[in-house]
Nanobody, 124 residues
Framework: QVQLVESGGGLVQAGGSLRLSCAAS????????MGWFRQAPGKEREFVAT????????YYADSVKGRFTISRDNAKNTVSLQMNSLKPEDTAEYYC?????????????????WGRGTQVTVSS
């Protein structure tokens, strides 16, 4: 059974930081890109960041570039998202996802498995 379990969400003031983690099990972690997406109330799910198997050439949405950092530990089957300088507009449910293949993948349809999400709320 494939599981992606996110953790690390919470309530933080604007300007603060949070670190999200995602533990993957039941799937072949190798040769897959991993990604983070988010969905705010009343809005569509949007791409946040992705990292290929090699961990080289991470890619970010313009809205988070320079503030968020995605990383992965292939030995532990985990992926993380360090979020700094948080803004109220970053408030959303954040989802970890495992892609069907490797590469720079920003579209949700490219992702095969999804976690249940973790809530991030940024107060002004």
């Amino acid at each position: 059974q494939v599981q992606l379990v996110e953790s690390g969400g919470g309530l933080v003031q604007a300007g603060g930081s949070l670190r999200l983690s995602c533990a993957a099990s039941g799937l072949t972690f190798s040769r897959r890109a991993m990604g983070w997406f988010r969905q705010a109330p009343g809005k569509e799910r949007e791409f946040v960041a992705t990292i290929p198997w090699s961990t080289i050439n991470q890619y970010y949405a313009d809205s988070v570039k320079g503030r968020f950092t995605i990383s992965r530990d292939n030995a532990k089957n985990t992926v993380s998202l360090q979020m700094n300088s948080l803004k109220p507009e970053d408030t959303a449910e954040y989802y970890c996802a495992a892609a069907r293949s490797d590469g720079r993948l920003t579209q949700s349809w490219a992702y095969e498995y999804w976690g249940r999400g973790t809530q991030v709320t940024v107060s002004s």
